[in-house]
Nanobody
Framework: VQLQAFGGGLVQPGGSLRLSCKAS????????MGWYRQAPGKERELVAT???????DYADSVKGRFTISRDNIRRTVYLQLNSLKPEDTAVYYC???????WGQGTQVTVSS
């Protein structure tokens, strides 16, 4: 399984971005997917997860601001980032949960 994450960029505080993670290399139904992030000097942390049935869970720090979703036909998972704060600055990674399959990471920088 290959995961390709994209959609990051530079945005001002209060702005929005949408990250995408496209899976390829398998025709099997994807199980739970997750988005993680790693800020400079910090450990990688879980941001949000979504099950194959669409149930979601979020880190407290992003609840109400970020939304994870999936399109099983396009084999893509999305992370909508709204009301961005400077502390959201990090490299964001997608992962096929409970596996070692990770996307390559996409940089999100929130700065004025």
């Amino acid at each position: 399984v290959q995961l390709q994450a994209f959609g990051g960029g530079l945005v001002q505080p209060g702005g929005s971005l949408r990250l995408s993670c496209k899976a390829s290399g398998t025709n099997s139904r994807l199980n739970s997917m997750g988005w993680y992030r790693q800020a400079p000097g910090k450990e990688r942390e879980l941001v949000a997860t979504i099950t194959s049935g669409g149930s979601t869970d979020y880190a407290d720090s992003v609840k109400g601001r970020f939304t994870i979703s999936r399109d099983n036909i396009r084999r893509t998972v999305y992370l909508q980032l709204n009301s961005l704060k400077p502390e959201d600055t990090a490299v964001y990674y997608c992962r096929l949960e409970r596996t070692d399959f990770w996307g390559q990471g996409t940089q999100v920088t929130v700065s004025s």
